[in-house]
């Protein structure tokens, strides 16, 4: 009850990775954060967990289940869950190493993992959208209140 749930879901080459709350998550909140991401009447391949029951329900989903305690043993290649296994060890992985990082930014982080594990998966071309968005951001920092920030921060100590 005290874990901080991070739902994730890909289709195999898009991810999408949400910070849904502490403890158990709803269907409710599953539907909000991934509904907007799947497309009514595809395919979703869940584990069992009853939180995705609204989410296939509403967007009318041909739902796979698998038991993912049967799974357990079995060859990576031969496990229909293999994919989103593989997102969850990449991102359980990009968390560990960045683990001074502040909790009240998890979704930031989130949002750099997806930037990075979605395509395109050419590096020039993510530096290029990554400046892209850099410079038609229209946040501006005087270099007196940068500093000013920084000075009252160290009073505080």
């Known amino acids: 009850r005290n874990q901080m749930t991070i739902g994730v879901a890909t289709d195999g080459i898009h991810t999408v990775a949400k ?21 009514a ?9 009853r939180g995705h029951r609204k989410l296939v329900h509403e967007l009318s989903l041909d ?26 060890n990449m991102l359980q992985k990009f968390l560990k190493a960045h683990s001074g990082f502040n909790r009240d930014e998890l979704d930031d982080y989130l949002n750099l993992f997806v930037f990075i594990t979605n395509p395109p998966m050419d590096k020039l071309e ?26 009252d921060d160290l009073a505080c100590y």
Do not use: C, W
């Open 63 to 88: 739902n796979i289940e698998y038991d993912s305690k049967l799974l357990k043993g079995i060859p990576d290649e031969d496990n229909p869950l293999n994919p989103i296994n593989q997102k969850h």
């Open 19 to 39: 910070y849904l709350t502490t403890g158990e998550p709803t269907q409710k909140m599953i539907m909000e954060v991934f509904g907007k991401h799947i497309l």
């Open 41 to 49: 009447g595809s395919t979703l391949i869940t584990d069992k967990h």
């Open 126 to 151: 993510k530096i290029d959208i990554l400046l892209n968005l850099a410079f038609q951001s229209a946040v501006s920092l005087k270099y007196r209140d940068y500093f000013r920030r920084k000075s």
